[in-house]
């Protein structure tokens, strides 16, 4: 357990390295922040300028830009309180319908002698109409002992395969991109269209120090679900909080020739300008630097920041880029405004008015908490032994006084 008066001690014999860092971060935000103030005061064509000597310069403004006078976009509404925030919110989630996929793995116990892993993905789909279905479910895959045995005999092989536990975690990203583009393929022809929601980030910068196989199929899969939604204009967005991305500090940067930041990220910038719940910052083309060997498809993804939560972070949307360039045939307001209007409504309705809800019934649908991978364990046990192989594995034998309570039937 803590001791918290002892962590505090320990603390305050560092606190010279924290007041150096508190200060110089501090400073770098408000160079930063004097450069966003500053950015509208140029020309698009003045910007593009700067930017196009870099081949990757983070972010590019898009034409937004030209009728915006500040990095922030406020909210056109006026959030009250909550009673008429959600009669805003039925009002226009109302006949709109809405997907969501979450997913999630156990991977394998090598306390076990058979190796087995799993994935699950949840999917939630709401008409939003009174008469409407819910549909909720899920589906699972398991990775079975001679699939996972296979790729560790051939790991040791100059790096062939990539280890278990990612193979597993990049099935489980595949997969949820699989569920997304089966469902929008199946709605092409729907009218209205649905707007699909994505746990995972379609900027992978994450698996810059995974094997390029993963790198690979990682790619793929996002180019698959930007080239289906474009196809079949089913719009999708991916929701990601707890975000670390640069874009925007790298884009401001090299307009205006800064150093330092690496100490910032977009979400402190946008934060620290930001006003009430609702708002937003610019529409921008993402041009993210990483040192992957396919990243041409992040230039097909536009991002912003909305803020959800008084207490957290904004969040931040990305979506392809044809719900931009193109939604304005759609909608008046444009199809993205239309979109976010949709993911502010589904964040009232959602945990602490900061997440979407539809996306987190997903989510939880998907969600497999440390008791459940144990239980799965449990399940594999019982089903090798109900195949004449006794094989336990020391974390999985159940102390005596729990014996029976564990006992699967």
Known sequence: MLDVVKIWSAL?????????????????????????????????????????????????????????????????????????????????????????????????????????????VGWFENPHLEAGKNIKDSTAEIFAPEELARIEKQRPLIGMQPPLNEVIDTNRFVKSIDQLCQYMESKARATPKPICFFDDPFIISFTQHLHPKTQVRYAEAVKKLLATSEKTKVPVISYIEDICARDIIRMLSIVFNLTGEERLNDALLVDSVMGGWGDRSQIFQCSREDPLPDKDFYRQVYFTYLRTSEIMSPARIEFPAWIFEEGQQLYEQGLHNHILDIVRAECVFGPLGSYPSDLETAVSLAALTTSDQKDFQRIVQAFTQARDLELRSPSSIPSRDKQDKNEIA
Do not use: C
Not at 48 to 65: C, I, N, R, V
Not at 103 to 111: G, I, K, L, M, Q
């Open 12 to 120: 305050i014999t560092k606190e010279h390295f924290f007041d150096d860092a508190i200060a110089e971060l501090a400073s770098s935000l408000s160079i930063y922040n004097q450069a966003q103030i500053t950015l509208p005061t140029l020309t698009l064509a003045e910007i593009d300028e700067k930017l196009s000597l870099h081949a990757w310069p983070g972010a590019s403004p898009t034409k937004e830009f030209e009728t915006s006078s500040s990095l922030i976009i406020p909210s056109t509404r006026q959030w009250t309180n909550h009673r008429k925030n959600r009669e805003w919110a039925v009002k226009t989630l109302r006949a709109q319908p809405t997907y969501a996929v979450g997913s999630a793995h156990v991977y394998p116990d090598r306390s076990h002698p058979l190796l087995t892993g799993m994935i699950q």
